[in-house]
């Protein structure tokens, strides 16, 4: 694994904007930087992404089958009790999944750790998709790269292939997200554009327009009814929102599924540990309280979470995170090295959610950048890498997104 400093093609800011391309830019600062780009050989992507991340989805399914049978832990990923049946019959009837992206920390020669599993609204769909590709098929005709180098990037050829196996021919979608945030859109029109080229009907929606009928079924901006609908709307938040009430009389297919929420959260990377304890992808990770209960030798931290926890407490105490169950672009994250916290990112609304403490380990560095790598799962295998990295060692909401190939 290594960063390669490249030309930039000349034309690629005419090409995003035909393209629809508009956040190549934000908030003054380049998002898409093809100044340079992650080089990988064809096992690191093979034997230390692609195979573990299929590996940990398959892991998160056990996790989720094991979650729904235990009141205690359905509350302490804080699903609203009202909610409970809505999520566990969801699993019981395994509504379909569509896809998901693990950010990974990945070096190019340890195993790659999980940091935690966007497996609800997982963004920077397009540019990884879409936009990169075009970045490799551009460079490969001006020969910056070699005849013969490739990229991880079967995503968007593979979700076709989930909507085609998933719905019958000439089907229905509803595809809605906030109008206003174009990373959002962007992210739902990818969607779309797959699902299209799958035979179905696509429609987008705004979030805010959707509407509910007297009969309680969710309508669309013309009054259509919604029979399946993919929301860039996560489900801790709809959860507690005014519409909750009606999401099981509605008759709506939900993608992704409400079952979806037990991944979708930062609750899950406890779950995982005291199931797979010492697995080479998982780091040590326990929820606040029981690190609370466990330190005080009382309470509710089981014989089994006490003992793993001593298992990892010289790890921990060298350095952690710690993690609100529910957050968006690394927001109210705190590392703590030595006992000292060292660094802690704004909470942005997130920092009144119970937290997890999760072991650190360190992003690499590369010209004074952190890159994490999102590996993107559709259905239950990953087909894709997208990168993005940051001057900070928590990836936030003005990390670039990097282009990658493949080279042996």
């Known amino acids: 694994m290594q960063r390669i400093t490249m030309p930039e093609r000349a034309d690629w800011r005419e090409l995003a904007k035909e393209v629809g391309f508009t956040f190549a830019d934000m908030h003054g600062e380049p998002y898409w930087d093809e100044t340079s780009a992650y080089q ?8 230390d992404l692609e195979d573990p991340a299929t590996e940990l989805h398959a892991m998160c399914r056990e996790a989720a089958a094991q979650i729904v049978q235990s009141e205690d832990l359905l509350d302490k990923l804080g699903i609203p009790s009202a909610y409970h049946d809505l999520v566990a019959d969801s699993w019981q009837q395994q509504h379909p999944e569509v896809y998901g992206r693990f950010d990974l920390v990945y070096d190019g020669s340890s195993p790659a750790k999980l940091l935690e599993y966007n497996a609800d609204t997982p963004t920077s769909l397009y540019e990884t998709a879409s936009f990169q590709w075009s970045w490799l098929e551009g460079q490969l005709e001006a020969q910056v790269l070699r005849d013969g180098d490739d990229q991880f ?4 050829e593979a979700l076709v292939e989930r ?4 719905f019958a021919p000439d089907s229905d979608l509803h595809f809605a997200a906030q109008t206003a945030s174009v990373e959002d859109y962007a992210t739902v029109e990818a969607m779309g554009w797959a699902a299209r080229e799958a035979g179905l009907g696509a429609h987008y929606t705004d979030l805010a327009k959707i509407g509910i009928s007297d009969e309680g079924q969710f309508l669309d901006d013309e009054d ?3 029979g399946t609908l993919f929301k860039l709307y996560p489900w801790e938040e709809m959860l507690r929102d005014d519409y909750a009430q009606h999401l099981a009389g509605s008759g709506c297919q939900f993608i992704e599924p409400p079952w979806k929420a037990l991944l979708s959260n930062k609750g899950l990377l406890p779950v995982l540990w005291q199931m797979f304890e010492g697995h080479p992808n998982l780091l040590p990770a326990y929820f606040e309280s029981d690190v609370a209960e466990a330190l005080a030798g009382r309470g509710r931290a089981t014989t089994s979470v006490a003992s793993s926890f001593e298992r990892a407490r010289d790890g921990l105490a060298r350095g952690y995170v710690t993690k609100p169950l529910f957050s968006r672009e690394g927001a109210a994250i705190r590392i703590v090295e030595n006992g000292a916290q060292v ?6 609304g997130y920092g009144d959610h119970p937290r997890i403490v999760q072991a650190y380990a360190p992003l690499p560095t590369f010209d004074g950048f952190h890159p994490i790598i999102g590996a993107w799962i559709v ?6 890498i997208g990168i993005r990295e940051d001057r900070s060692r928590i990836t936030q909401d003005l990390s670039r997104f990097k282009p990658h190939f493949i080279r042996d």
């Open 224 to 226: 259509r009814v919604i």
């Open 153 to 156: 990037n079967g995503l968007h």
């Open 40 to 47: 990988f050989t064809l096992r690191q992507i093979e034997d």
């Open 163 to 166: 909507f085609r196996a998933l």
């Open 343 to 348: 660094l802690a990112s704004d909470d942005a």
């Open 379 to 384: 259905g239950q295998a990953c087909a894709g």
